[in-house]
């Protein structure tokens, strides 16, 4: 069983930065090889994947968000980041860090989201 817990965000104007952070258990040599995606639910919509960052540190976008969103790890730290900027309205939604397990049983996690509003 993996937690995964997302923290960071917040309250912030248009054109304004935030970094979302996903922490999970683990060990560093277990972290080091999960596959972390970045999804978004804004009200009455579906559930959005924004962000990669796979085991390799390769990382992917949506079209979306590609160019003001940087998806990044710190092994040391269990530490999964998401730097926002350039922030607009239609950013606003629950962010939710999704931990993609692998070896013999591979596994997804979920945390419980955290709440981005950007004002305009």
């Known amino acids: 069983q993996v937690q995964v817990v997302e923290s960071g965000g917040g309250l912030v104007q248009a054109g304004g930065s935030l970094t979302l952070s996903c922490t999970a258990s683990?060990?560093?040599?277990?972290?080091?090889?999960?596959?972390i995606n970045w999804h978004r639910q804004a009200p009455g919509k579906e559930r959005e994947l924004v962000a990669q960052?796979?085991?390799?540190?390769?990382?992917v976008y949506a079209d979306s968000v590609k160019g003001r969103f940087t998806s990044s790890r710190d092994i040391r730290k269990n530490t999964a980041y998401l730097r926002m900027n350039t922030l607009q309205p239609e950013d606003t939604a629950v962010y939710y860090c999704?931990?993609?397990?692998?070896?013999?049983?591979?596994?997804?996690?979920w945390g419980r989201g955290t709440q981005v509003t950007v004002s305009a």
């Open positions: 960052i796979f085991s390799a540190s390769d990382t």
């Open positions: 683990g060990s560093r040599s277990d972290f080091a090889r999960y596959d």
């Open positions: 999704n931990v993609q397990t692998w070896g013999s049983s591979p596994t997804n996690y």
